[in-house]
């Protein structure tokens, strides 16, 4: 946003939008980190800028971190209403998946946060927890800043995220996997699938995975998780039995890293996420709910 002065001569944006776009990047991450949802990240940058529009820059010692203080708070704020979507959602519920520039994925820290398997571990946070977090882990915000962020002192989130780094630890996977590795269960996943090949579809599958289905009550998916390597073998044995080879599958980048765009009649029919431990599936994740699917064709480039 800038003006343009009578004898065409382009000027810089004012300070506040200045700062504002340049950090932009930064807070939409932030703030789809907290909400799993590219849309309601949007609505919480379009809060943050009426609220930075009417912040006096000469109190502001850190544009950084204070644009970052109100992102949260307003993701915060969207949270509540975000839970109440999903008690009432139909199925699994799972993040919405963006097509993702590819320096998101040479950012191996980044990558790693945004990816399907650790947005679902940061799910299972509380939303004070889950802020406190990716501001510190993720972006590296330091104590103060971030007590400053959810109105909590700096013993306070200290504590606070003590606890969730315990429990993220328990529940992420071991280690970072790969781009390779989990390019090579995808494709072992779309050979059997495409050849009818349930053998190989259960060879790459650990025992106990789980397969999660969002199809958001708008699309066919199964309503609860599916558990276990044989009843996930069944559960898309029917799958590949009805759109045969009409599914068409196309390698893309989804939240950092490798993923399945699958076509149907030429028309976008979901998305597959894997996570892999120890070279197996040990999570299966397939979005069909089309209104999570609105940015898969355009790369979105995050920052920390």
Known sequence: MSDTSDNGARTRPDPATEAFVAHRRLLFTVAYQ?????ADAEDVLQETWLKWSEVDLATVENRRAYLVRIATRQALMQLRTLGRRKESYVGPWLPEPL?????????V??????????????ETLGSLERAVFV?????ALDYDEIAEAVGRSADAVRQIARRARTHVAARRPRG???AAENRAALGAFQRAVQTGDLQG?????????????????????????VVGAGKVVRLYASGIAKVGADLVFEPVDINGGPAL???????????????????????????RNPEKLTRVDKAITMAR
């Open 176 to 178: 970072i996997v790969s």
């Open 261 to 287: 765009l699958l076509r149907l009649d030429g028309e976008i029919d979901g998305i597959v996420t894997m996570r892999v431990e120890d070279g197996l599936v040990t999570g299966l994740y397939y979005v």
């Open 34 to 38: 907290l909400l799993g949802s590219a």
């Open 99 to 107: 097509l993702t520039a590819p320096d998101v994925a040479e950012d």
């Open 135 to 139: 501001l510190r882990e993720v972006f």
């Open 109 to 122: 820290a980044l990558a790693d946060s945004v990816s399907m398997s650790m947005m679902l571990v940061l």
């Open 201 to 225: 579809l259960f060879d790459i599958l650990a025992p106990d995975v789980v397969a999660l289905n969002d199809g958001g009550g708008i699309r066919h998916a199964a309503v609860r998780p």
